[in-house]
Every structure is written in C-alpha cells, then in structure tokens.
C-alpha cells in the first residue's frame, strides 16, 4: 500500500536542540542558561497590557497588526510599509527562504550560526551553504562573499553571531554588501542588537535605507523578553517587506503578543535599564573568564562561548552539577546565556574549576 509522502527534504531537517529546563536539585536554586532568555520578568505595565487581549481570547487578533505596525514605524522612524511582523525572528527567516527560493536556490550562512537557518533552509528545499567561521567565532566575509554563486538567493549574516559571540562592524559590513550582487538578499539577522557595545558597530536602519537589498529582521525574544509570545519584526525595503507579509500565517501573531510587544515599546527606557544591566553582568562574566585563563571570543550578544570540542559534554555536565544549565553543540563546544548574578558567579566558579 502506498502512503502519502513528505517530500524528501523534509527527511533531511536537522533537529532543532532547544535548550534543556534546569535540573531541580533539593536545596539548590538552579538557573536557565540554555537558551538566551532575559532573566527579568515581564515591566510592569506589560503584564497589565497583556490581559485585555487574554479577555478577548475568542476573537481573532488583529491580523493587520496595525497598532503594533505603528507603534514600530513610529520608534524606528521607518514606513510601515517597510515592516513585516512575525512569530518570532524564526518566522521571519522562514518567510524569507519561502518568498525568495525556489527549491535548490542556494542561502549562504556562517556555520556555526543560528540552529534554524538549516532548518529553515531545508524545510522550503533550498541548499545551505554553510562558511565556517574564523576561529575566533566571526564571521568570514571574505569567504562568504566568495561562496556566492549564480543559484544564490539569500545571504544570512548573524551579527551578533549566536553562538560564538562576535558582531561584524559596519565597515566590514560594507565592504561585503558592495561585493554581493544586487539581486541577491542579504539578511541581517540583528537578534541580539540591543546588545552590542563596540567600535563601529553596524547601523542597520542607516544600511537598510542605503540598499535595495539588505532586509533585517529583529526579535522582542531577547532584549525585550517576550520570548514566550513569539513576535519578530523585518525591516526592509517596501517590496521585500511586501513579499513577507503576503507568505506570513494569517493572524499568526496573536492578540497578546501585539499588546506586549505594543507596551514593550512604550517602555524602552525602563527596559534598557535592564539590558545595561545585562551587559555590565556580560562584561563581568567574560573578564571573569579571561582571568580564569579561558580564551574567550568577543561576547557583543547576552550569551558566552566555550570551545571546547570533545570537552564540550563534560562541561556541561559540570555546569548542570552546579545547577546551571547551559547549550552543549556536541563535539564543539557550549554556549552560555547571562543570567541572574548568582547563576553568572556560579557559571565562573564552574568554568574555572573545570580549565
Ligand atoms: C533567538 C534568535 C532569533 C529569534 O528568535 P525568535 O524567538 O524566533 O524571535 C533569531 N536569530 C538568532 C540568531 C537568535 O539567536
């Protein structure tokens, strides 16, 4: 008997690994660092904002989004005609592969990069082109650039690069848009941007007015906390930007997540203090390792990276035995979230006794 059949991609999607729930251990508090989740709680007012929509539960959001759309064109000084919302950044990226790839059209990404690039990649029969990444953890443009071929659609550019750490400056983003052809998309997957504290970082919305190519897609997962709500948002020029709206799941984002994202935004201010916050704690975390003698790469996003190949389960091992939780790629290495002060001690205390 013959039964229906997935195309043959869908045998080939790599797993999304979701970073593991703490152990609960008796008489320890233990702590999620698996997963780049914000540490804080929802602001206030957020929580508030959120139980209208839940009051409304039996009514379809609104699939427009329009007050979000608004509120965003409004914080970011761009056209709404330039945004496109989504469930989260993941979304977005599936949008992406989806609108501009036929199957076989090739997406080029660093590797190691976002877990769901392949995954997306794979799941709309495109080919990932993966360019490893320099042994420091950034991004090779050079080779990536290079790697462009007539089948390319897209090229993901993950600044700061989840899981090694670095961000790419703004001139080195340059120099790679003005060797990529017009037609191909280049995505810069800006997740963690409220993050970045360096030289020259990247100015995605000056770039994004600067090319007809160039779509970044952002989150309110990180930063702003939202995680559990699932909405993204793109910035891009109004045809791109028109293109993902017209592949998104009607009403995809629901009422609740609108509303926190809405109130989110309203509260920048307060919500910034806390990101300063996190990046005092990164800062703190990544000299604490240097002086503990790990090699560190470049933390510009609220998460740390460990190489260490054949290692890398032990680590984690030890790192859960002190009630943290952390992201173990199997044979590279382990990626680390910042966290409440207490699990951030704890994670040093680790790492210097297992070096
Ligand atoms: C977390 C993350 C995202 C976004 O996730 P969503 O929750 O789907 O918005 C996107 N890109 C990178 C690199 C990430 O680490």
């Given amino acids: 008997m013959t039964t229906p059949q997935p195309r043959a991609t869908v045998a080939e999607i790599p797993p999304y690994v979701a970073g593991k729930p703490p152990t609960v251990r008796p008489g320890m508090t233990s702590y999620k660092l698996s997963s780049n989740e914000n540490p804080y709680p929802p602001l206030p007012g957020v929580v508030e904002a959120v139980q209208a929509g839940v009051a409304a539960m039996n009514r379809y959001p609104d699939m427009g989004s329009a007050a979000l759309y608004a509120a965003l064109a409004e914080t970011f000084d761009v056209p709404a005609d330039d945004l496109s919302v989504a469930t989260g950044s993941v979304g977005l990226i599936y949008q992406l592969v989806q609108a501009f790839c036929d199957p076989g059209d090739e997406v080029v990404f660093a590797w190691r990069s976002f877990e769901a690039?392949?995954?997306?990649?794979?799941?709309?029969?495109?080919?990932?082109?993966?360019v490893p990444v320099l042994p420091d953890g950034r991004h090779d443009l050079e080779a990536m650039a290079a790697a462009i071929t007539d089948r390319t659609k897209v090229v993901l550019v993950c600044t700061p690069n989840n899981p090694t750490g670095p961000a790419v400056t703004q001139a080195e983003l340059d120099a790679f848009l003005a060797q990529v052809p017009s037609h191909v998309l280049v995505v810069v997957d800006e997740a963690y941007v409220e993050f970045v504290r360096m030289a020259d970082p990247v100015d995605g919305i000056a770039t994004y007015r600067r090319h007809e190519n160039v779509v970044l897609?952002?989150?309110?997962?990180?930063?702003?906390?939202?995680?559990?709500?699932?909405?993204?948002?793109?910035?891009a020029p109004a045809p791109i930007a028109a293109a993902l709206r017209a592949v998104s799941l009607p009403f995809g984002v629901s009422t609740v997540a609108q509303a926190a994202a809405i109130a989110s935004l309203e509260r920048r201010d307060e919500l910034f203090e806390r990101v300063e916050a996190l990046v005092v704690e990164r800062t703190r975390v990544v000299e604490g390792l240097r002086a503990a003698g790990w090699d560190v790469p470049e933390a510009q996003g609220n998460f740390v990276w460990f190489d260490l190949g054949d290692r890398t389960a032990d680590f984690a091992a030890a790192a859960d035995a002190a009630g943290i939780t952390v992201r173990p790629f199997a044979g590279e290495g382990a990626r680390v979230s910042i966290g409440e002060p207490e699990a951030n001690d704890r994670l040093i205390q680790v790492a210097a006794a297992f070096r």
Avoid at 117 to 128: G, K, L
Avoid at 217 to 235: I, N, Q
């Fill in 217 to 235: 897609t952002r989150t309110f997962s990180k930063a702003y906390g939202l995680a559990g709500f699932r909405v993204g948002y793109a910035v």
């Fill in 117 to 130: 690039y392949p995954i997306a990649v794979t799941a709309a029969a495109a080919t990932a082109v993966k």
